[in-house]
């Protein structure tokens, strides 16, 4: 019986038609944005270009309509390449890699891969039962959490291109390196022991994939874009909103004393500070993006964005079904240390 | 009779995969049990690397992602003929 073959046939022409369109409106309207701003506050409200008021309501005007395009439209392109990667292959290709090559293909993985309890848990088992190291395995589990598509694009959109390349080259170089260090220390009997007596069912035949369609892939990474964006356009609002009134109320270097290079301390509290605030990660960019204007430093506000997204409550919940909790507590402060030391990098480097 | 197995921890996706399951087999003539099986050591026994997971009659039809109603129907009928 092969099943692949009752994937029916389909044109997928109407499909790239409808994508084809809905990227030309994009494009139109994302290059139009900061017109659109300008008209509706200085003329239409008639605000003066100089005044705090002014100021902060032409970048909420502008920063709003541009982040949620540019989430919905990255989102989507994110997504729809996700709906190429083949699991089943990737583990197969870092199987026969040892140790530093495999961490380095675990991590890009990791990258790309979106950290849920429907993908990572799955996947961490699924490496255990190949027999691929400890440590490998880590590499994946840990630069998979730090990089976060919605934090990628966030980044893009109020940092520009090289932070959030920065970003993406950091997520991945901690978890080589974290995952480097944490297959040194022997840490196999901190997973829950269940993961190595799974035992694959003979089942009467294995999984086949049907090949999918354009139009398939085009309506899942539509319908993962809706749920990711439906659920954080509030966040981004508000974050936006607060950044607003610093941006135009604030005064410049104001927080150079506190968060800025000369500040030795305010890396690690900010990693301290960021850990506990998961829920608002799509949030908290644009309030750190106005921040740096008034003399943050870049390298403090780029590991608070990590801690951010990076270490939090519903990640240990997912991880510790596999996870024992010691074992927990050292993936949180290898992570922690790896986000810290990127920070101070940056600082000195940037 | 055909048994149906939903693979997953409860994420959104298991329960989106669920419904939709349901509301493809539900004016259907076939004769099916829906099953959830959310224990990860029971998941992970059907050799998949992400949820959710979609069984018939010990069949893995797909797994990291939500078929489509009309791939559902056919499956089954499939799954059906070959007893």
Known sequence: ?350 | MITIKILGSGCTNCKRLEQEVREALAGSALDFEVVKVTDYADIMAYGILSTPGLVMNETVLSAGRIPKRQQIVDWAAKIQSAG
């Open chain 1, 1 to 350: 019986m092969r099943l692949s073959k009752l994937a029916p046939a389909r044109d997928d022409r109407p499909a790239f038609l409808i994508v084809g369109l809905l990227a030309v409106v994009w494009i139109i309207l994302y290059n139009n944005l900061q017109g659109i701003a300008d008209w509706l506050t200085f003329t239409l409200l008639g605000l003066s270009r100089d005044s705090a008021v002014g100021q902060s309501l032409n970048f909420f005007i502008y920063d709003v309509p541009k982040l949620l395009l540019l989430l919905s439209g990255m989102i989507f392109l994110i997504t729809l390449v996700q709906t190429f990667i083949d699991t089943e292959r990737v583990r197969a290709i870092v199987e026969k890699r040892g140790e530093g090559v495999g961490n380095v293909m675990a991590a890009v993985f990791g990258a790309i891969t979106p950290f849920c309890s429907c993908s990572s848990v799955p996947l961490f088992i699924g490496f255990v039962q190949a027999g691929i190291p400890l440590g490998i395995t880590f590499s994946f589990l840990i630069t998979s959490p730090i990089m976060n598509e919605v934090a990628f694009v966030m980044l893009l959109g109020l940092f520009g291109w090289q932070v959030a390349l920065l970003y993406l080259a950091s997520g991945i170089v901690i978890g080589v390196i974290a995952g480097l260090v944490l297959g040194r220390l022997k840490l196999e009997r901190y997973v829950e022991p269940f993961v190595y007596d799974i035992r694959a069912k003979r089942t009467q035949q294995g999984l086949v994939q049907a090949k999918l369609t354009w139009t398939e892939r085009f309506e899942q990474a539509a319908q993962a874009t809706r749920d990711i964006v439906g659920k954080v356009w509030l966040f981004v609002i508000i974050g936006i909103g607060i950044g607003a009134v610093i941006h135009g109320f604030v005064p410049e270097d104001a927080l150079t004393g506190i968060m800025g290079e000369g500040a030795w301390w305010s890396v690690p509290a900010a990693v301290l500070l960021g850990i506990p605030l998961y829920s608002n990660a799509a949030g908290v960019i644009p309030v750190v993006s106005a921040l740096l204007g008034k003399g943050a430093a870049l390298g403090t506000a780029l590991a608070f964005m990590m801690a951010v997204v990076a270490l939090s409550l519903p990640e240990m919940i997912i991880l510790r079904k596999v996870l024992k909790p010691q074992l927990i507590a050292v993936f949180v402060g290898v992570v922690a240390v790896g986000i810290i030391v990127t920070g101070y990098l940056f600082n000195l480097v940037v």
